[in-house]
């Protein structure tokens, strides 16, 4: 296995509210995690490294994760515990009321792969050297596009496309979506959609798909792209491919 992550803040924001992370536990399990904090000056990047920290940490703290239905409940379970601390924290610190977060995670052992994901921040893999969107984006857009009142390429410019209908720290419970992978995906990436508001998936899949490019190197094209494109918004990406291993 190759893994490598990273985040950028972009050219118009002021500072990052993503956070993102890459482990591997003692059972050689790997948990990725994508976390888009919402609130600006509220706070979001104390809501996105809360997700990633206290996952990071029981993961780390967890010699093996078990089973697929025991990691479903292990991800439920924490992902709720962490959005009650979320809720919390923005009752008690009176500037931070409202802050929130998205995420997107990835548990891959030698058995299953798994993704779960709350808001707008994607999960994709790459299978026979094409990109596939794995997740579904918790927006008014969508839910417009699932109802058949709005076409997928209207949603891309939608004014509302970025309001979201689901996220940690908006509600007392966190139903997360859950997705059972592939096991034969060739490679796993993460994102927020600092990312994929940037580019289109041809445009991501060709950089990543490029076999002159080290591991690192795709990432950091693609935050690159995203900035000489304007970089409207923070820019995280966890990658993780098979190859090498």
């Known amino acids: 296995m190759k893994a490598c992550y990273m985040t950028d803040s972009g050219r118009v924001r002021s500072h990052n509210e993503d956070s993102v992370t890459i482990l591997k536990n003692a059972n050689d399990e790997y948990l990725l995690v994508v976390a888009d904090g ?39 379970d924490n992902i709720n515990e962490i959005n009650k601390e979320i809720l919390e924290y923005g009752e008690n610190n009176i500037d931070s009321k409202g802050l929130g977060t998205t995420v997107v995670v990835a548990l891959l052992t030698k058995t299953y792969l798994i993704f779960g994901n709350l808001g707008d921040s994607s999960g994709y893999v790459i299978k026979n050297n094409k990109l596939h969107k794995v997740t579904k984006d918790h927006t008014l857009v969508n839910l417009l596009v699932d109802a058949g009142n709005l076409t997928l390429d209207e949603a891309k410019t939608h004014p509302k496309k970025n309001v979201l209908m689901k996220a940690l720290g908006a509600a007392e419970k966190a139903d997360l979506d859950i997705f059972d992978v592939d096991m034969e995906s060739e490679a796993i990436m993460l994102c927020s959609d600092g990312l994929t508001n940037m580019l289109t998936e041809d445009q ?11 591991i690192e ?6 935050i690159k792209k995203c900035n000489a494109r304007g970089g409207n918004d923070n820019i995280s990406i966890a990658y993780l491919t098979r190859n090498g291993e």
């Open 204 to 214: 991501i899949e060709k950089v990543l798909i490029d076999e002159e490019l080290e």
């Open 38 to 76: 919402m609130g600006g000056h509220r706070k979001g990047e104390v809501a996105s490294s809360i997700v990633v920290s206290r996952l990071g940490k029981r993961f780390n703290d967890t010699p093996s994760i078990g089973t697929k239905l025991d990691a479903v409940n292990w991800l439920n």
């Open 217 to 222: 190197e795709k990432v950091d094209k693609l």
